[in-house]
Nanobody
Framework: QVQPVESGGGEVLPGGSLRLSCAAS????????MAWFRQAPGKEREGVAA????????WYNDAVKGRFTISKDNINNLVFLQMNSLKPEDTAVYYC???????????????????WGQGTQVTVSS
């Protein structure tokens, strides 16, 4: 499996916005779950948002509902994470992830993700 590749991280003021992008191979993207995770310093990695590429069905961590939006571009095999109203506690390395086993559980079964991008840093600070 080819690793997905993230881009779009950076530093932003509280209340600001960032958009992350994840590029996946066509084989990885097809009929699969794609997700964003994050890991803050000293904390465990947590699932942030996920979608199923065929139906577009989406799942969100309660901590980001109403502020973050996951979306996809089926033509270019891209997944996005639009992050609005960012808070200092959103500071983390954000990872794009997918799974090599399709059709098991839901896309919000975070423990099933086993293919990871290299991560991109998001810093929210004044």
């Amino acid at each position: 499996q080819v690793q997905p590749v993230e881009s779009g991280g950076g530093e932003v003021l509280p209340g600001g916005s960032l958009r992350l992008s994840c590029a996946a191979s066509s084989d990885t993207f097809r009929a699969n779950c794609m997700a964003w995770f994050r890991q803050a310093p000293g904390k465990e990695r947590e699932g942030v948002a996920a979608l199923y590429t065929n139906s577009g069905l989406k799942w969100y961590n309660d901590a980001v509902k109403g502020r973050f939006t996951i979306s996809k571009d089926n033509i270019n095999n891209l997944v996005f994470l639009q992050m609005n109203s960012l808070k200092p506690e959103d500071t983390a390395v954000y990872y794009c992830a997918t799974r090599d086993r399709r059709g098991i559980g839901s896309c919000a079964d975070w423990s099933l993700y086993n293919i990871w991008g290299q991560g991109t840093q998001v810093t929210v600070s004044s």
